[in-house]
Structures are given as structure tokens and as C-alpha cells.
């Protein structure tokens, strides 16, 4: 089932899934289905048969008809209810009902098996798939609540949904972009992967599937071979990540690599290490948020040892995206490098547009004792604007408004309220710290 | 952008309200949403909108087979949740949205945001209201004329979008 059709996880170029898996997986699937198609054709002319002896009133709709569908030459490589084996379960994984069916299924088995390449390796990829796609069949054909023991199983959704299963473990906590079909070069999403979660799987085919136990069931679409699948998707990822000792908070193999690669110092030297480590982590996947939140707790927790260069290459990874989906967290972090007197990298307030400095400083006006670093955050960004920027004269405004309303009681405070001080006072390094030589802020931006 | 001068509306009330002038005055500064940038959120929206609606419709049809009468028919009580169940839908999708965030939600994964032309302010529920029933079935009823009315205004504004002062701006402009 395709709602937009997921492209590949959020991740850095070099990190986007290979095209090869996929296309040897449809391969695999258009060879297997042209070997079984001439059984394929011929089980529909049988039915057609079949059906029009219904028609005619020569057979009779009961036990009769049963003697009759038994004999469907499908059931030769599918399995059903009341005839099946272990062989024709892993064949049925190869057989599609028309060639609109194997169609359909091509695209989705591309998409799911391209999808995880970004995490897992063909081998398994075409194991989860198989074993996946076996049990979900097996499940169906073992559960009662059809019209004949004799209706054959077949189709590739369940390994299809094992795939995705798979995916949502590996991807639940990043995104998903998504491949939309308007001709323009906005035509790719990042939405969170658990939205598709929740509309497909749970909402639908989980309803379905008890629906498929009813005689008089809704379609004659296989869903409980679909939840079997994805729930063994689900299983085994979690399993395989157990195996692999994946942490929760890595997303890609390569940052796996570089996380399992990592040689800890037997006694922690400074908090330079970690630091290192975070950064190095974002620069191989910029967009994993949780390494972003790591970092910055780092930063705050051992600010006065942390260098001012550190700080700027932490916030390279603070892109606009990132500040509207967590302000409430981006204002923290300034909140507290503010409250320090560290400064904020004036090279990532020049690039960061206007709407988002307003986002993030909504947050900062909770706490009437830190009203005052809303002015100095405010002031920096007007200080690190080119002069032809065109929003001067709309942070005076705005500087003049907020100035009349902070209380007028902290000494930094240098608004228009008549209280002298340095408007731009927090964005200062602090002097006197071994990182930090006196007369060094404001230059190399 | 940048050439708006925002001009003192008084004095605010609170922080609050300083930061929501400070954003609204960038919202009129900010350029027009291109056309080809809001119908491609227009498709989206009704994509999204499509699956909210098929999803709970079919999840209803799946419910009738445990709950539905024995003759097939569909208990009037059971079909009225059903519509209500989707009007709502729609409402909170195309109008609360609008209303609460500034956008549906295509146009928020856009950044594009729906605002009074002259205030920059969200829209207040009515103007919505008119948006998207007067306002587009307007539009509808002059063979989609009121939906290509961008291409060729100067201000790109569609005939809702007239009908009740609003403007679709693109937000993400950054100082470069």
C-alpha cells in the first residue's frame, strides 16, 4: 500500500541507499514469475470454467465445489488451507495473481528493499524478505475463515511488509524522505517515518486482518499474511540491532562503524574527547538530532572548558530545519551559552533566517529572570547582520519594544531603558579563560 | 524582502506580543508563495486529506462487519457518526489548522503560510471559513478561473485569497 512513496531515509548523500539491491530483487521476482505464469493463466481459465458451470446450475455450490477447486492447477506451486507444504510456501513468495499484481508488488518490494539498504546488507535483506514473506503465508493459510480450503495463498506484500517492518525499526526515530510526484524541485518531503507507521499498519491493516477471519470478509486482499510479515520485520530487526549492538540513538551503518571503531581512553582525558566524538558522529550524519542533543548537553554541562571554535563547529549542525522542529531545545541551548557569557557564533546568526530567530526566541520569554538574555540574543543577531541586510530598522523596532518591557534590574541589561551596559554584552567570550584570549571575539567571521 | 517598514503599533502588552508583531511584520514582508509552490501543497493537502478520510472510512466499512445489522443495511446512527466523524475531519484539517498554525499542513512542510494581507496576522476563523467554502467554490464556479488568477496578478493572489484579504507568503527566506 503506497501513500507517497518513501525514497530513503534522511541521511547525507553518500549515505543514500544503492540502487543494485533493489533492482536484483525485482529481477528475482520477473524471472520467478515468468517461469509460473503459463500455471497462472491456466488456474484462471480453470476458475473461469468453473464458474461458468456454477453459472449454468451443472455444479452445485457445496460440498461439489470443493471437489472442483481442488483440482486448480495453482495449487500445484501455491499453498491453501487444506493443501499446502513448506515448498510451496517459500514459491508462493514468487507468484502473483496477474501481471498487474507483479506490477504493483515490483514497486513496492524496489522500494522496501532499497529503503533498508541503507542499514543492512542484501544478504539479509533478501532474508527477511523470504522468511518474512514464508511465515506471514503460513499464518494465513493456517487460519481459518474462508469461503473455500482451497483458495491458494500467494503474493509478495508479506515480505514486502517484513521490509517494512525492518525499516521502521532502523528509521522510527529519524525521517523518511519522500518522493512526491509534482514536477517541481520541491518534489521531496522529510516527514517523520512514525506518521506513515500509524496510518498504515496500525489503523488499517490491523482492523482488516480481523475482518479476514469473518466468512463474509471485506476484500480479497491477504492482510493477516500482511501483519505476520510486518511484525516479523519487526522482531528480527530488533533482534538483527541486538546482535549488532546498534545504540538507540545511532541512525546510519557508517555511524555505526565510526561508533564501534572508536578506541575509549582508558581514563577520560577532557571533555574534549566526547565533544570530538559527537562532532565527528555529525559530520558523518548531519541529520541525526539525538548526536545534535548530545553534543549540546556536553557543550552546556563544561562550558568554561569548551572552546569558542568548538562552539561554532557545534553550531554548523544547527540548521534551520532543526531550530523549527525543536526552538523550545535550540532556546535552551542559548538560554545557558547567554547565561554564561559565552557567545554565539555570529557566522550561524547570519545564516539563520529571520523566522526562525523569532521561533526560537519565543521560547526564551518563559522565565521573567531570563528575559534579559531574549534582549542580548536579539542585539547579537542584529550585530552579526550585514548592514545591507534589510532588517535593521526591524530589530531596532523590535529592540526598543522588548527593551520597554525586561525589567530593568540586571546589570547587562543595555537596552533603550537608559540602564547603561553592552546590548551585545552575553555574546562576549568570557575573558580571561586559557580558550579565550582577551580581544579575540568578534574576529575570523 | 526587506523593503517593508514595519510602523510602531503601540506599545505591546507583554514579550509575547512583541515577538508575535515582530513575526507578523515579517510575514508582510515576506514574498509571495510561487504558484507552482502552493499547487504543489494544494496536492498534497488533498492527498492528505485523502488518506485521513479513506482511512476512517474503510476502518468504519471494517467496524459494520462486527456492528452492521443482519439485513446489510447501515444503521442510521452508525452512518451519522460516519459523516460527522468526516466533517470534523475536514474541519479541523482545512480550517483549525489554518487558523491555529497559520497553514494546512502541506503548506507548513512548504513554509509557506496563510496571513492577512495587511496585518500579516493569522486569519481569524470567519475569513478562513469564507476561504475555503465561498472563496474556492468561487473560484470552482468561474471554471477554476479564481485558482489561476495568480499567474497573472501582480501580487499573486488567487480569487479567495481576495475575497478575504489573506495572502499565501513563502517564509524561508533567509538573509543571505
Known sequence: ?445 | MGKYVPFQKGRPRSLQDALDEAEEDHFVDCPEAPYLLRAAAAILDTIFLTIGLTSFNRVATALFVYFGTSDGTVPVLFSSFVIASDVTLVYVYCLWTVHRFGGSPAKLLFNLRVVDTETGKRLELYQIFLRETVGKALSLALLGFGFFLPLIRHDQRALHDLICSSSVKKIDEGVK
Not at chain 1, 525514497?7 to 549515505?15: G, L, T, W
Request: proline content about 8%; aromatic content about 14%.
Open chain 1, 1 to 445: 500500500m503506497i501513500l507517497l512513496v518513501p525514497e530513503s531515509p534522511e541521511v547525507p548523500n553518500y549515505h543514500l541507499p544503492r540502487l543494485w539491491q533493489g533492482l536484483v530483487l525485482v529481477l528475482i521476482l520477473s524471472i520467478a514469475y515468468s517461469y509460473v505464469e503459463p500455471v497462472v493463466t491456466r488456474d484462471r481459465a480453470y476458475v473461469d470454467g468453473v464458474q461458468k458451470l456454477v453459472d449454468n446450475g451443472t455444479i452445485q455450490l457445496g460440498t461439489e465445489k470443493e471437489s472442483y477447486l481442488k483440482l486448480r492447477p495453482l495449487l500445484e506451486i501455491a499453498p491453501a488451507h487444506a493443501d499446502w507444504d513448506v515448498k510451496r510456501l517459500l514459491l508462493a513468495n514468487f507468484i502473483h495473481g496477474n501481471r498487474v499484481h507483479l506490477f504493483l508488488n515490483l514497486i513496492a518490494a524496489y522500494a522496501g528493499a532499497r529503503i533498508c539498504t541503507t542499514f543492512l546488507s542484501f544478504f539479509w535483506i533478501m532474508f527477511i524478505f523470504i522468511v518474512g514473506g514464508t511465515l506471514g503465508l503460513t499464518g494465513s493459510v493456517l487460519l481459518p475463515g474462508e469461503y473455500s480450503p482451497y483458495i491458494p495463498h500467494v503474493g509478495a506484500s508479506a515480505g514486502i511488509f517484513a521490509l517494512m517492518g525492518t525499516y521502521y525499526i532502523y528509521n522510527f526515530k529519524f525521517r523518511t524522505r519522500y518522493f512526491f510526484w509534482f514536477p517541481s524541485r520541491h518534489g521531496k518531503l522529510a516527514l517523520p517515518t512514525s506518521w506513515f507507521f500509524f496510518f498504515d499498519v496500525i489503523l488499517l491493516e490491523l482492523v482488516f486482518s480481523m475482518g479476514q477471519l469473518y466468512p463474509t470478509r471485506l476484500d480479497s486482499i491477504d492482510h493477516i499474511s500482511h501483519v505476520i510479515g510486518f511484525t516479523f520485520g519487526v522482531s528480527f530487526a530488533l533482534f538483527l540491532r541486538l546482535i549488532q549492538r546498534w545504540p538507540n540513538f545511532i541512525h546510519t551503518r557508517g555511524e555505526l562503524m565510526f561508533w564501534h571503531n572508536l578506541k575509549q581512553p582508558p581514563i577520560p582525558a577532557s571533555v574534549h574527547t566526547p565533544l570530538e566524538t559527537w562532532l565527528r558522529c555529525l559530520e558523518i550524519n548531519p541529520y541525526n538530532d539525538y548526536i545534535k542533543k548530545f553534543l549540546f548537553s556536553l557543550i552546556l554541562q563544561y562550558q568554561e572548558n569548551i572552546r569558542d571554535e568548538q562552539i561554532e563547529r557545534a553550531f554548523r549542525f544547527v540548521r534551520p530545519a532543526f531550530c523549527r522542529r525543536d526552538a523550545p531545545y535550540v532556546a535552551g541551548v542559548i538560554k545557558g551559552l547567554l547565561k554564561a557569557q559565552r557567545r554565539i557564533p555570529p557566522l550561524w546568526l547570519r545564516n539563520t533566517p529571520y523566522d526562525v530567530i523569532i521561533r526560537v526566541a519565543r521560547h526564551m520569554v518563559t522565565d521573567p529572570e531570563e528575559q534579559i538574555l531574549l534582549y542580548q540574543f536579539i542585539s547579537a543577531y542584529q550585530t552579526a547582520l550585514p548592514q545591507d541586510a534589510g532588517f535593521h530598522h526591524k530589530l531596532e523596532l523590535l529592540l526598543t519594544k522588548i527593551g520597554g518591557l525586561i525589567p530593568q534590574r540586571s546589570p547587562g541589561f543595555g537596552g533603550p531603558g537608559g540602564i547603561p551596559g553592552n546590548a551585545s554584552a552575553g555574546n562576549t567570550p568570557p575573558q580571561g579563560t586559557p580558550h579565550s584570549p582577551p580581544g579575540k571575539a568578534g574576529k575570523g567571521y
